[in-house]
């Protein structure tokens, strides 16, 4: 997982939960501003909020990969022994 590029202070100022202080909150940011701006319409602000997904996406992939990786070092895989690398 990849480490907080916004600070402790401009979340704190943004408002933003405890649960959404992580490594792309440097983008929830920016779209919740736009997101009130706009009263919330659900056709503006697509661009922000594809950014804002793709990153959370690719934080679950990191932490899936991670965890299979771990598993694997265990020797607790969930791959079938012809699937392990």
């Given at each position: 997982?990849?480490?907080?590029?916004?600070?402790?202070?401009?979340?704190?100022?943004?408002?933003?939960?405890?649960?959404?202080?992580?490594?792309?909150?440097?983008?929830?940011?920016?779209?919740?501003q736009?997101?009130?701006?706009?009263?919330y319409?659900?056709?503006k602000?697509?661009?922000?909020?594809?950014?804002?997904?793709?990153?959370?996406?690719?934080?679950?992939?990191?932490?899936?990969?991670l965890?299979?990786?771990?598993?694997?070092?265990?020797?607790?895989?969930?791959?079938?022994?012809?699937?392990?690398?």
């Amino acid at each position: 997982m990849s480490a907080p590029e916004a600070t402790q202070q401009e979340m704190k100022e943004a408002r933003l939960d405890l649960a959404f202080r992580d490594g792309c909150a440097h983008l929830l940011i920016p779209l919740n501003q736009c997101r009130r701006s706009t009263l919330y319409m659900p056709f503006k602000c697509t661009d922000e909020r594809h950014t804002y997904e793709k990153c959370q996406y690719d934080e679950y992939i990191k932490r899936v990969k991670l965890m299979m990786r771990k598993k694997q070092e265990d020797g607790n895989s969930p791959l079938a022994p012809w699937q392990r690398a």
